[in-house]
């Protein structure tokens, strides 16, 4: 069983950055792809960013330029750098890590961005 445990969430002014990260337990970190998910209230879950096993990276179009996926295998974990923060980033923030068709996710983590 793979256990997810996301951290760094918090409340930042717009325009500031936070860094989330997720550990994974287990040995399978290192061959799966890592995703970040994030939901608002009333809203569905989205994906944020991807990074395969082999470290390429895909992002929503609402956050390229903006937030970096990367993940350290030696950890077992996968971080998302979150710069220029907008209001409408705030969402629960989850991290999937996905191998094959079995997929886990984490608690989630709150960010919350000021105006």
């Known amino acids: 069983q793979v256990q997810l445990v996301e951290s760094g969430g918090g409340l930042v002014q717009a325009g500031g950055s936070l860094r989330l990260s997720c550990a994974a337990s287990?040995?399978?970190?290192?061959?799966?792809?890592m995703g970040w998910f994030r939901q608002a209230t009333g809203k569905q879950r989205e994906m944020v960013a991807h990074?395969?096993?082999?470290?390429?990276?895909n992002y929503a179009h609402s956050v390229k330029g903006r937030f970096t996926i990367s993940r350290d295998n030696a950890k077992n974990t996968v971080y998302l750098q979150m710069n220029s923060l907008k209001p409408e980033d705030t969402a629960v923030y989850y991290c999937?890590?996905?191998?094959?068709?079995?997929?886990?996710w984490g608690q989630g983590t709150q960010v919350t961005v000021s105006s």
């Open positions: 999937r890590l996905e191998l094959g068709t079995y997929y886990y």
């Open positions: 287990g040995s399978i970190f290192s061959i799966s792809a």
């Open positions: 990074i395969t096993a082999g470290g390429i990276k």
